[in-house]
């Protein structure tokens, strides 16, 4: 049984450049959120994806935009790269209903992206 | 603005001891805590959940939750060189505006020493 998978595994950008990123959630897993995680904090939340339309968004700008496949796979997607966005990013999934979020959230490996 | 607070460490302790983590958080609503652990370089790990006010057990791993007090902890027993990461505190909102979403506190960075 797969658990969650993203890539690519490392990325170096300049600034201004656009990227972007993929994840596929863990097998019977339907609901993708998505993390940026900087040296030495904790996981902040970006957006989660839920029936292929972005559910939740936590406090980022609109440069941070993503999308979710019909097989439940996604990818984020960042604008106008700043050196600020130089982060650890992880794709967590889950098994989510419409209505209630009682599930626990498994992380992939991540994507470390470093921005020059 | 939902916080999670966790002992800022580091935490140092001899391999067999218990470790002891804390963390309170803001939301006296949330209903979902979990707690990660994190390698140098890795993503996070899934240890632990809980759900329900009291003690869960697994293995070397205590969960302990408060939701009168807000405060959830981990205790390890019986300390490995092996256990040595980051702990991450996850608090999950469960309801609508916020639903679904993990709020995580900065991690405490363990130290087992042999």
């Known amino acids: 049984d797969a658990g969650v998978t993203q890539s690519p595994t490392h990325l170096i950008k300049t600034r201004g450049q656009q990227v972007t990123l993929r994840c596929s959630p863990k097998s019977g897993h339907d609901t993708v959120s998505w993390y940026q995680q900087a040296l030495g904090q904790g996981p902040q939340f970006i957006f989660q994806y839920y029936e292929e339309e972005e559910r939740q968004r936590g406090n980022f700008p609109d440069r941070f935009s993503g999308h979710q496949f019909p097989n439940y796979s996604s990818e984020l997607n960042v604008n106008a790269l700043l050196l600020g966005d130089s982060a650890l990013y992880l794709c967590?999934?889950?098994?989510?209903?419409?209505?209630?979020?009682?599930?626990?959230?498994?992380f992939g490996p991540g994507t470390r992206l470093t921005v020059l | 603005q939902k916080e999670v607070e966790q002992n800022s460490g580091p935490l140092s302790v001899p391999e067999g001891a218990i470790a002891s983590l804390n963390c309170t958080y803001s939301d006296r609503v949330s209903q979902s805590f979990f707690w990660y652990r994190q390698y140098s370089g890795k993503s996070p790990e899934l240890i632990m959940s809980i759900y329900s006010n009291g003690d869960k057990e697994d293995g070397r791993f205590t969960a302990q939750l408060n939701k009168a007090s807000q405060y959830v902890s981990l205790l390890i027993r019986d300390s490995q060189p092996s256990d040595s990461a980051t702990y991450l505190c996850a608090v999950k909102s469960d309801r609508g505006s916020t639903l679904g979403r993990l709020y995580f506190g900065r991690g405490t960075q363990l130290t087992v020493w042999p």
């Open positions: 967590a999934s889950s098994l989510e209903s419409r209505w209630a979020s009682y599930n626990e959230q498994f």
